[in-house]
């Protein structure tokens, strides 16, 4: 079993930064060896992916979030992290990370407003 913990969220004015992490606890080879995901999901919308990261480094994004967002882990720390720019108001959305299609945090909330 792994438990995932983000934190991060917050208040940011359009054009900020935020950077959310995802630390992870349990079982830490299912963490080390699996690709892991941010999701995030905005009131009335359905859930969307938002970055990925493979077991061996490899980050993929949605066109959404391209050029503004990366997502990075760390082995060592067991975490990981999405560090986003120019945030837009419509970043607006719960974000939460995901181990191997399995395991979920509880999500931190991201208000991007002025």
């Known amino acids: 079993q792994v438990q995932l913990v983000e934190s991060g969220g917050g208040l940011v004015q359009p054009g900020g930064s935020l950077n959310l992490s995802c630390a992870a606890s349990?079982?830490?080879?299912?963490?080390?060896?699996?690709?892991i995901r941010w999701y995030r999901q905005a009131p009335g919308k359905e859930r969307e992916l938002v970055a990925t990261?493979?077991?061996?480094?490899?980050?993929n994004y949605a066109d959404s979030v391209k050029g503004r967002f990366t997502i990075s882990r760390d082995g060592a720390k067991n975490a990981v992290y999405l560090q986003m720019n120019s945030l837009k108001p419509e970043d607006t959305a719960v974000y939460y990370c995901?181990?191997?299609?399995?395991?979920w945090g509880q999500g931190t909330q991201v208000t991007v407003s002025s």
């Open positions: 349990g079982s830490m080879r299912i963490f080390s060896i699996n690709t």
């Open positions: 990261i493979s077991s061996g480094g490899n980050p």
């Open positions: 995901n181990l191997a299609g399995k395991y």
